[in-house]
């Protein structure tokens, strides 16, 4: 929120000498970010007012040129001699008796362009009249900028008038804080942080004329979604009326362009007070104007120009014919206020926050409306905001007042019954009870101290504080966050590292010395990442946690993978030249179970500040939270190994995401099983199902060619997903070192034909335990499908290592162990020796 100093000096006192600077420090002092403090127009130098006495057409160039003489006064102050100068000027837009703005020889202005006295086009040109673009305070160079008759008298000092040289804060408000979006928001924290009176503005109805004319009846089908609708009717307004120069100025300072008077109004007055307002065409409504939910198929043009479907969830502002508005979000671009307008119907509602706040995410449109309406808005604003947008278009817009229609459901007041005590006791701070008094009551509450607890009402405009813990949060805020004390608690002595602590590191070391890079991925996932991995929609990792306020609207749930945040991750790097590429990740997912509930409790335990909670309490609260076990997952795509001089690059492979986690199993002293699996997204011939004593605890293999193609990434992608925290339980602390026989190794290669559609890991595991105890190794070396095999077949090529313990093996020995396990493969594959 970009807050200019000069309009919130209109509200508050603060002192002239106070720069932008310290107006931030007070901000500060009571708990809002000043992000910057920003100076309006890069202008330096004398520029001052101007009327223009004469103006001569010189005709004898390509363009149209003028030859002005322009009353300047005192410039500034200086010792210019008060009088008349001659400027030269292209601009076409004025006439003579105009009041301009004069940049006067020395002038500065944005671009670093000083201004001289030169000759041009046959005369000496004493200073420059200038345009909004050429001040810096605008996008408008069709013309200079001409001031409204009678404001300003030649040579004052242009800076004020124009809010040059104005200092603009930038202030980061938080969600809860939806009142501070305004002027009238602000200068009462800055009322508060100087401990001066606040004169409210929001409490102010302006004076309008007697209504007279025809008045557009209000209406609302839910009050629940919209409790007050206040309609005002203007008639006779001149769309050709100019916007004041001091509100350009200002909305150009808060970031917003000026498009029309009406609609500069609306918004002028919403930056001033909070409430979102909007101007439609009076003479294109037909019958009532009422807040209503939408119809099936309804559809409506927004003003950016987009047609939106239109489903029952949305609030809309409709009359008898048409929807005219998203209500709270945009309008729409039928009843807009254009150059043919002559009446006016302004609407000023107060919505259901959550309305809103979805609306504007389902149709991803967000406004300086919705920012705030989503926010909560003060309930007895939108007449007072109302009035003030009448009384400024019948002032600037010659319209007169036909009069006001509205609809209410009046609201139960809040009430807070509260402790004087509570804010020292959560801060471990006294506070006298005078204090929090005068606190409370600078905030707007009315304070009923006559019994013990007091009874707290909350202002209107704070619909953020609903509950004691909530004023001690205020009271601790203004009186300062320095004062609370810090205290760190004693910390007691270390012990090193956990042993699971140890396992973990000794885990992610392992697979960085395979040259895999750790990354650190956001834990939150949507829909569109599983709907693109192609996880079907009964898999349980699509019943996820809920965040009931999540970062973003397109990420509102908790893994219960790694995959989505590793393909994005690689994403990236692809996007970003890389095509080697293998990552790991160790974090924790959040599975729920088939009773737990992705969206929580309707009324889960809120142990107190003040006590430690009780067992029920705890044992309560850990019953909500879902199993969060450590998961490690690795994704590889490109060359696993860099190509060597005169050799092709090795690219990885299904089974080497396989050999991944098997290494890892040995590091960590646990023998993990492989059989063939089917598991999305991997691909279903090319997946293995990773398992500890039959538990199964992950899969590994290739990712499926059609999400691989969803999600962007390359053709043959790899990867592998394990349950860390099963294999770190069954896992060694301290590694067992292998066992070393001093006799002679005896190996042998076996290339079996089988099926197309044959597992691997399952010829492999047969053949290992048909083979005997003579066995010392078996491992899959090559898998070829080609001409030389039949089709529909594939042979797969093992290297078995026999030894025994206590002697050297006799050839018969080796031959018959190995034909054991080729003739188990033929009686369980069919399998044939190639």
Excluded at 306 to 319: H, S, Y
Excluded at 321 to 327: C, G, H, I, K
Excluded at 349 to 356: E, G, L, N, Q, Y
């Amino acid at each position: 929120m970009k807050i200019p100093v000069s309009w919130l000096r209109e509200f508050v006192e603060i002192p002239e000498n106070l720069s932008g600077r310290e107006v931030s420090e007070l901000l500060l002092s009571v708990g809002f970010e000043v992000e910057g403090v920003d100076t309006v127009g890069d202008v330096r130098g004398p520029l001052v007012v101007g009327r223009v006495k004469t103006i001569e057409e010189l005709t004898d160039f390509k363009k149209p040129i003028r030859w002005c003489t322009v009353e300047v006064g005192a410039a500034n102050g200086n010792d210019a001699t008060p009088g008349i100068r001659g400027i030269v000027c292209g601009a076409r837009n004025f006439s003579e008796g105009d009041l301009v703005v004069v940049a006067l020889p020395g002038t500065t202005l944005p671009g670093d362009f000083t201004i001289a006295t030169r000759e041009t086009y046959g005369h000496i040109s004493d200073g420059m009249i200038c345009s909004v673009r050429e001040l810096g305070i605008g996008d408008e160079h069709d013309g200079i900028l001409i001031l409204p008759a009678g404001s300003a008298t030649p040579g004052d000092n242009a800076f004020p008038i124009l809010g040059l040289g104005d200092e603009v804060l930038d202030i980061s408000v938080t969600p809860d804080r939806g009142y501070a979006l305004s002027m009238r928001g602000m200068a009462r924290e800055a009322a508060i942080a100087q401990r001066v009176s606040f004169n409210d503005p929001g409490l102010v109805l302006a004076d309008l004329p007697e209504a007279g004319g025809t008045v557009i009846p209000a209406a609302s089908d839910d009050y629940q979604a919209c409790d007050l609708l206040v309609l005002r009717t203007l008639g006779n307004y001149n769309p050709a009326a100019p916007t004041p120069d001091f509100i350009k100025a200002r909305l150009a300072a808060v970031g917003v362009r000026s498009i029309s008077l009406a609609v500069d109004l609306t918004n002028y007055v919403m930056f001033e007070l909070g409430q979102p307002l909007h101007a439609f065409d009076a003479d294109k409504i037909t019958g009532t104007i009422r807040a209503r939910w939408a119809k099936a198929g309804e559809t409506l043009e927004t003003l950016d120009g987009v047609k939106r479907d239109l489903t029952t969830e949305d609030l809309v502002i409709a009359d008898d014919a048409r929807v005219l508005s998203l209500a709270g979000v945009m309008g729409g671009a039928y009843s807009e206020i254009s150059e043919t307008t002559t009446r006016v119907v302004l609407e000023a509602a107060h919505f259901d926050p959550t309305v809103i706040a979805k609306m504007s995410r389902r149709h991803k449109l967000s406004s300086e409306a919705s920012r705030r309406l989503e926010r909560g808005v003060d309930r007895m604003l939108p007449p007072v905001a109302s009035a003030r947008f009448a009384q400024l278009l019948i002032e600037h817009g010659g319209a007169t007042f036909e009069g006001t229609s509205s609809v209410e459901q009046a609201p139960d007041p809040i009430v807070i019954s509260f402790d004087p005590n509570l804010p020292g006791q959560v801060a471990g701070h006294t506070y006298e009870s005078a204090t929090v008094e005068k606190i409370l009551a600078s905030l707007g509450c009315s304070v009923d101290t006559s019994k013990s607890p007091w009874s707290v009402r909350t202002p209107s405009w704070r619909p953020d504080l609903a509950a004691a813990i909530d004023l001690v949060e205020e009271v601790i805020r203004i009186d300062g966050y320095e004062k609370v004390p810090a205290t760190l608690p004693t910390a007691p002595a270390g012990r090193g590292l956990t042993e699971l602590q140890k396992l973990q590191r000794r885990a992610g070391l392992h697979l960085a010395g395979r040259g895999l890079v750790e990354v650190r991925n956001y834990p939150f996932v949507g829909v569109a990442e599983f709907d693109a991995l192609g996880i079907p929609a009964s898999d349980s990792r699509r019943h996820a946690v809920q965040l009931a306020n999540a970062l973003s609207d397109e990420q509102p749930l908790m893994r219960t993978t790694l995959l989505p945040g590793l393909t994005g991750a690689l994403a990236r790097n692809i996007s970003r030249g890389f095509t080697d590429v293998a990552l790991f990740e160790i974090a924790s997912v959040s599975l729920l179970s088939a009773d737990q509930s992705a969206t929580g409790v309707t009324n889960p335990p809120r142990p107190s500040v003040l006590q430690r909670p009780s067992a029920t309490d705890i044992e309560a609260l850990e019953a909500l939270l879902p199993e969060q076990p450590l998961h490690l997952g690795a994704l590889l795509t490109g060359a696993l190994k860099p190509a060597a001089l005169g050799a092709k690059p090795t690219p990885a492979s299904w089974s080497d995401a396989i050999d991944i986690a098997l290494a890892l199993g040995i590091e960590l002293g646990v023998e993990i099983e492989v059989s063939a699996g089917e598991y999305a997204p991997w691909h279903p011939g090319r997946c293995a199902a990773l398992s500890i004593n039959g538990e199964l605890i992950g899969y590994a293999g290739e990712l499926a060619p059609k999400a691989l193609e969803n999600l962007g990434l390359p053709k043959r992608a790899v990867a592998l997903e394990l349950n860390l925290s099963a294999l770190l339980a069954a896992a060694n602390v301290v590694a067992s070192a292998p066992a070393i026989w001093t006799f002679p190794v005896a190996k042998e290669d076996i290339a079996l034909v089988v099926k197309a559609d044959v597992a691997a890991t399952d010829v492999l595991n047969v053949v290992r335990e048909a083979a005997g105890e003579l066995l010392e190794d078996i491992r899959l070396f090559d898998v070829y499908e080609g001409s030389q095999v039949a089709e529909g077949h594939k042979s797969l090529a093992f290297a078995l290592r026999f030894r025994a313990q206590d002697r050297t093996l006799a050839a018969d020995e080796v031959s018959a162990a190995r034909q054991a396990g080729v003739d188990a493969a033929a009686k369980s594959f069919g399998a044939s020796l190639r």
